[in-house]
T-cell receptor, first 113, second 110 residues
Framework: DAGVTQSPTHLIKTRGQQVTLRCSPISGHKSVSWYQQVLGQGPQFIFQYYEKEERGRGNFPDRFSARQFPNYSSELNVNALLLGDSALYLC????????????FGPGTRLTVT | GQNIDQPTEMTATEGAIVQINCTYQTSGFNGLFWYQQHAGEAPTFLSY????GLEEKGRFSSFLSRSKGYSYLLLKELQMKDSASYLCAVRPRGFQKLVFGTGTRLLVSP
């Protein structure tokens, strides 16, 4: 079975641009979460979606938005990119809400210049 | 809120035992997770503690004491491939998100 997949693997953008990151959860998983990991730090929670509804939002500005599609895949959008948005963006899926192990994808490495 | 503290870096020798500590100040959480993350890769699940005590899983064990706000990950018979960052995380009660510590970078030398 395929694990969590993310695309693209790497991305280079300039300040002010917009970016869309994509995630496909493990088959059968209905919940997707997004995390930002800056080098040398632990992942920071951005969003969680379950059954296409937002179920949690971290302390990130409104430039960050996300959505989940009927097939449970998800997109993370970041507008007006800043240098500080350079990070590894991780997607994680769980079958349901609750205390389940989160399965992480390989991440998208975003570099903002 | 949650505040999770871990040592930044640890070194150990192949074949040895190492204990990575995690202390937290939180108003309440359901369970405590440990993840392993190799450089440039995604975190992978190691263990989950919801009750106080020791959970053993092969060479890895994890311990939780809620009264002391303390957890540790114990790695036995260290191998070179165990060189990685180890992340402690909690899921706060009433929330679905995981709150991670900054991680402990473990370097295993021959």
């Amino acid at each position: 079975d395929a694990g969590v997949t993310q695309s693209p693997t790497h991305l280079i953008k300039t300040r002010g641009q917009q970016v869309t990151l994509r995630c496909s959860p493990i088959s059968g998983h209905k919940s997707v979460s997004w995390y930002q990991q800056v080098l040398g730090q632990g992942p920071q929670f951005i969003f969680q979606y379950y059954e296409k509804e937002e179920r949690g939002r971290g302390n990130f500005p409104d430039r960050f938005s996300a959505r989940q599609f009927p097939n449970y895949s998800s997109e993370l959008n970041v507008n007006a990119l800043l240098l500080g948005d350079s990070a590894l963006y991780l997607c994680a899926s769980t079958p349901l809400l609750g205390d389940y192990e989160q399965y992480f994808g390989p991440g998208t490495r975003l570099t903002v210049t | 809120g949650q505040n999770i503290d871990q040592p930044t870096e640890m070194t150990a020798t192949e074949g040895a035992i190492v204990q990575i500590n995690c202390t937290y100040q939180t108003s309440g959480f359901n369970g405590l997770f440990w993840y392993q993350q190799h450089a440039g890769e995604a975190p992978t699940f190691l263990s989950y503690n919801v009750l106080d005590g020791l959970e053993e899983k092969g060479r890895f064990s994890s311990f939780l004491s809620r009264s002391k706000g303390y957890s540790y990950l114990l790695l036995k018979e260290l191998q070179m491939k165990d060189s990685a960052s180890y992340l402690c995380a909690v899921r706060p009660r009433g929330f679905q998100k995981l709150v991670f510590g900054t991680g402990t970078r473990l370097l295993v030398s021959p």
